[in-house]
């Protein structure tokens, strides 16, 4: 397995941020922030599931992380990924799992992390080009 960049590790723990802040805000929705086990078990389904589907989809690769053209991919990997979250959540709390649930879950994961991944890539390409003007003018 190759090793992770600097930017790459950035970013994979941004991800996961965002996924604790999407679990907690789902859990203040719902007005269950005293339910730990069954955010735990939330959150860490969530996780493995990136975890699993991410990389298979390049989500971390260079064009990916620079280039915020190519954010689409995150929105699908986040579309892939959340049915095997709630299935895993479901597994974990033997309980049926609502499609609306796996729905709502695609939705706000995809709108979260493409939002954070897109914010991510303006900001790289930016610096990448901050970076080719101070180059260029300092000739």
């Known amino acids: 397995m190759a090793r992770l960049t600097h ?10 941020t965002v996924l604790v802040l999407l679990t907690v805000s789902g859990f203040a929705t719902h007005l269950t922030l005293d339910a730990l086990g069954r955010m735990a078990v939330t959150l860490l389904g969530s996780v493995i599931a990136w975890v699993a589907v991410a990389p298979t989809l390049g989500v971390y690769r260079e064009e990916v ?3 915020p053209r190519s954010v689409w ?3 699908w990997a986040a579309v892939l990924a959340a049915p095997l979250a ?4 479901g597994m974990a709390l033997n309980r049926d799992i609502p499609w609306v649930f796996v729905l709502v879950t695609m939705g706000t994961s995809a709108l979260g992390l493409l939002l954070w991944r897109t914010a991510y890539g303006w900001w790289m390409a930016r610096q990448s080009s901050a970076g080719t003007r101070s180059t260029t003018s300092a000739r």
Do not use: E, H, Y
Request: charged content about 20%; glycine content about 10%; hydrophobic content about 45%.
């Open 73 to 75: 991919r995150v929105g």
């Open 86 to 89: 709630t299935f895993l959540r």
């Open 7 to 16: 930017q790459q590790k950035l970013v994979v723990w941004g991800d996961i």
């Open 65 to 67: 992380l620079t280039n």
